[in-house]
Each structure stands twice: as structure tokens, then as C-alpha cells.
């Protein structure tokens, strides 16, 4: 059996990052295991080739929630990368920290290190911003994140001067002194290129003679001597491998993947382990528990001037832009999905922002199988404005069917399940409104397409959010960090509770969401935790 200092399983927004810092020392041997298989695809590597790995089983996990009484009864299609990068090579690449409240609220429950004067070194020495270092940004770091304001589509203009119509200020920059207001979206880009944690971080680790990376890896059990952790065991090619851990293990396959390898494992809910006959190791109902996520929704108008539809829909704009990208590595290719947004307070007696907006110029009303139809918008023109959910209160779980690693887990998502995640949604489709009213963007609305005109009472508008809501891909907390064993997967320093030498280190580690897209908060985590994994080193 062969040994390394450190295992990391998952290679995503975290472990990519994990991985480089474990090893760039020298010191010590590092083998990142990955379910998925190589990240380098065009579609991957092309930033609006997110549509394309949206539903692709070779690049995505394809998970999908029970039925959730908050959404009406549906099913939600959650993605998650199974691939090097995770989901940071399949995201829609808008680069939000989280606000300054976020991290001192994880700090004030009792985990020292992660308050936002803790954590803001940490994303400036991240990032490589194209704006320029300043009391907030980074320069030189790994993760280039690219300025998109001269390169949005002209409609976002007018999306912006509505905004500030509707009484949202104009904000430069949402990683800067507040999150509150409405503008183009900074990405983690360069050269037209995503740049996704196995760009910024995976792939310069793996030329170093300590680091290995197996790929179709699927871990399926932590290999435990009494409570400590000794190796993994993990299935590749059909065949059941084994590998010992000199130092310690770390699980960073996400939100999902976490905590179902720690309950494979034994570490979990004992009356449902015992249930499904996996020996207990170690107690924890925490485990796969506590899972929080943002739920957004899009309304969606017809407009009076071209939008991207025009340029994406016809054969010839799709050879239009085909090989502006190729060529140029520019256009509308080569951005979000997301061109601007913001933030804002369905209540003004608020202290700071609770709902996140986003604005897209294109629509897709009419689906297409087999991807998410954005690189096959609708034939007129079309757009919309978004919206979700900064810190709900809702909460589900992530919890194992089966013994077997390769049934999917029950994920129980819990959308909308208390009064004031109702109440807080309904006040911001109502602000989607308000919005749209304003000169800006009514002089060029056409008609509202969804939910349209007729959905317009209280409970009209409650039972359309909850039909067309979904997810907008931000699970965390399932392996949630805090001080009491009672209450918490991890401690502080992400060590497993009541075990040794194992660790969580990735986005299920979050002890509430943040508010805003996670993959940068979740990339800090990854720099901060390997950190604290060097610092315990004796």
C-alpha cells in the first residue's frame, strides 16, 4: 500500500487549492484523488461553455433533490462538477467574496481565525485583479479576475440606470468597502479562459515531483485504525485501491460528496448508519446536516431592441461568435452567463443586503434537452433579470440511501420552509418589478413573459416562485464548522470531531452561507484551511 503524507479527496474549488499549498514546500507528499475525469474541454474552458456541462454526466454529478414541498412538489436538478476543478470548472464564474457581517458572524460563534479581518488577506493574496490593488483587491495571485464593464452587452446599461432609477446606487465593486448597489460583474477569467482552481492552482501542483493526481478515483470509504484516520479506499478502472495517509486525510469533495464519504465512513447519524449496516466510527447527527442553500428565480420580458438572442440564436451568429472566441478569445463567449447585478435590502430597516440580483442579456424561456439552453436562446428578443436569496433560514440535509458509494444521496433541499423566506422573496419580486418600471428599461419591455401580467396577488406571486424557483448552485454547511461536538462536524481548525488526523476542508465547512456566489469564499477556505494543516504539522 503505497503512503502519502496527505490525501486529499476532490480536487474542486477547495481541494485544488489544498493541494498546492500542502505541497509547494516540498516537504511533504500530497495525492488528490478525483472522482471526475480531466478538465481540459472546450466547453469547459470556454466560459458561456456552461451550458454545455450543465447536464453532461462526464463532466457532472447530475444530482437531483426529493420532491420539496416549497417548490411546489418539484425535483431541482442540482450540477456539481465531477471533473479537475469540481464545480468551479462547470460555475457561471461571478466572483463575490461574501459580506464583511458574514465572516464576524462565523468568528462570533466561536471560530477564531475566520472573521473578515481574518479571511480578507487571504482573497487579496487569491486574486489578481485587472482593476488594480487597492485597500481591498489583490494582486499577483493565482486567480486572475477580469473587469467586464467594456465588454457587457449595451442592454446592461439600461439595467443598470433602472436600478439606480428604482434607488440602488451604482457599486464598482462588490468585493470592495459594501456590497449594496447594482454593477457589472468582476469574473475569474483570463484571456478569455475560465479560470477555474485546477487552472489557478491544480495544474501548477501537479508539475512538482510530490504531487499525484488520480482521476475516475471515486473514494469510497476513510480507512480508520480505532478513531484515527490511516488512508482511503477508493474504486478506479473497477478495481478497489488502497492508499495510507502518513499525516492526515482531507476530505474536500463538497457539500454533497463530504458528508456522504464521512457517513460511508462511519462518521454520521448512528440510527441511520446502523439502519444501512456501516459500522460506526464515530457518532455525529451534524453530519449531512444543516445544508443551506441560495434559491433564485428569473423574470423575464420581451423587449423593443436586439439582445444576445439575435446574436446567439441563428447559425450565423453562432459562427459569428465561434470564431470571434477562437480567434480572439473575446465576445459574448467569453463571459458570464451573469453580466451585472447587485445587491439590496427587501426591507430598508435592514442593516445590509439580503437578496442578490442578477441580469442577463439573453432569455430562455423555451427549453432545449439535453443542456441549459443558453447557446440556444429564444427566437425574439429577450432578457431577464434574476434573483436570490442572500442567508435563508431554511435548512435541509444530505444524507446516504444505501451503503453503496455510488448510489446518490437524498438530498432534502427545504426551499422556502419558513415564513420569512417567503416573506423576504416575495418583497424582491416585487423590487424585480419596481425595477422594470423604471424609464430605463419600460421605454424598451415589450411585455413581461414570466410570470407575465396576471400573476399579480400576494399569493399569485408566492405560488409562482415557488413553482419556477430552483437552486442557484450554492450548498454548503453540511459538515458545518463551530466549538461544541453538539452542534458542529468541525472544529475550527476543520478537524472531524471526535477523530484524529481527518479533516473537512471545502464549502460544507461553512457555518452559514454567505451572502453571494460561494466559489470564492470557497477557494479562501481551501488557502486558509491548508494553512492551518501546516501550521499543526510538527
Not at 420532491?67 to 476543478?85: S, V
Not at 477580469?146 to 465588454?151: F, I, L, M, S, V
Amino acid at each position: 500500500m503505497h503512503t502519502y503524507d496527505f490525501i486529499v479527496v476532490g480536487s474542486g474549488s477547495a481541494g485544488s487549492v489544498v493541494a498546492e499549498r500542502l505541497s509547494a514546500s516540498g516537504r511533504f507528499s500530497v495525492l488528490v484523488l478525483e472522482a471526475g475525469g480531466s478538465d481540459m474541454r472546450f466547453f469547459v474552458q470556454m466560459p458561456l461553455g456552461y451550458g454545455k456541462t450543465f447536464f453532461d454526466p462526464a463532466v457532472n454529478w447530475n444530482y437531483r433533490t426529493e420532491p420539496d414541498a416549497g417548490l411546489a412538489g418539484n425535483t431541482d436538478h442540482w450540477p456539481r462538477g465531477k471533473i479537475l476543478g469540481g464545480s468551479s470548472s462547470i460555475n457561471a464564474m461571478v466572483w463575490i467574496r461574501g459580506q464583511r457581517e458574514d465572516f464576524d458572524a462565523w468568528a462570533a460563534a466561536g471560530n477564531p481565525g475566520w472573521s473578515y479581518a481574518d479571511v480578507l488577506p487571504v482573497f487579496k493574496a487569491i486574486e489578481d485583479n485587472e482593476c488594480g490593488a487597492d485597500e481591498w483587491r489583490g494582486v499577483g495571485g493565482p486567480v486572475s479576475i477580469a473587469d467586464c464593464r467594456d465588454k457587457v452587452h449595451p442592454l446592461t446599461k439600461r439595467y443598470l440606470e433602472a436600478a439606480e432609477q428604482a434607488g440602488l446606487p451604482i457599486n464598482p465593486d462588490f468585493n470592495g468597502a459594501t456590497q449594496e448597489g447594482v454593477g457589472v460583474y468582476q469574473i475569474n477569467a483570463r484571456g478569455g479562459r475560465r479560470m477555474s482552481a485546477a487552472r489557478a492552482f491544480l495544474r501548477p501542483a501537479m508539475k512538482r515531483p510530490n504531487v499525484r493526481v488520480e482521476t475516475n478515483a471515486l473514494a469510497t470509504k476513510i480507512l480508520f485504525e480505532g478513531s484515527r484516520a490511516v488512508g482511503v479506499e477508493y474504486e478506479q478502472r473497477g478495481r478497489i485501491e488502497a492508499v495510507r495517509a502518513g499525516r492526515e486525510v482531507i476530505v474536500s469533495a463538497g457539500s454533497i460528496n463530504a458528508p456522504q464519504l464521512l457517513q460511508l465512513s462511519g462518521v454520521g447519524p448512528a440510527p441511520l448508519l446502523k439502519n444501512l449496516d456501516i459500522p460506526v466510527v464515530h457518532a455525529n447527527p451534524n453530519v449531512g446536516a444543516n445544508l443551506q442553500d441560495h434559491v433564485g428565480i428569473n423574470y423575464t420580458f420581451k423587449g423593443r431592441l436586439p439582445t444576445l438572442n439575435q446574436i446567439l440564436r441563428p447559425w450565423w451568429g453562432k459562427l459569428t461568435v465561434g470564431m470571434q472566441y477562437i480567434l480572439l478569445r473575446s465576445g459574448p463567449l467569453s463571459l458570464s452567463m451573469n453580466a451585472a447585478g447587485g445587491f439590496f435590502r427587501t426591507d430598508p430597516a435592514m442593516t445590509r443586503p439580503n437578496m442578490q440580483l442578477y441580469f442577463q442579456a439573453f432569455s430562455t424561456v423555451i427549453p432545449k434537452n439535453g443542456e441549459r439552453p443558453i447557446l440556444t436562446p429564444d427566437p425574439w428578443p429577450g432578457f431577464s433579470v434574476g434573483l436570490s436569496n442572500c442567508r435563508p433560514s431554511s435548512r435541509g440535509e444530505i444524507m446516504v440511501r444505501s451503503a453503496n458509494p455510488r448510489d446518490y444521496p437524498s438530498i432534502v433541499a427545504n426551499a422556502y420552509a419558513t415564513e420569512s423566506d417567503v416573506a423576504e422573496m416575495l418583497a424582491a419580486v416585487k423590487f424585480v418589478r419596481r425595477i422594470a418600471a423604471q424609464p430605463a428599461l419600460a421605454e424598451i419591455i415589450e411585455e413581461e413573459v414570466l410570470p407575465g401580467p396576471s400573476i399579480a396577488s400576494d399569493e399569485d406571486l408566492i405560488q409562482d416562485f415557488r413553482r419556477r424557483s430552483g437552486t442557484v448552485y450554492h450548498p454548503v454547511s453540511t459538515c458545518r464548522m463551530g466549538p461544541d461536538p453538539s452542534q458542529s462536524v468541525v472544529d475550527p481548525r476543520l478537524r472531524v470531531h471526535g477523530v484524529d488526523s481527518l479533516r473537512v476542508i471545502d464549502a460544507s465547512i461553512f457555518p452559514d452561507n454567505i451572502s453571494g456566489n460561494t466559489n470564492a469564499a470557497s477557494i479562501m477556505t481551501g488557502w486558509k484551511g491548508a494553512e492551518m494543516v501546516l501550521e499543526d504539522q510538527k
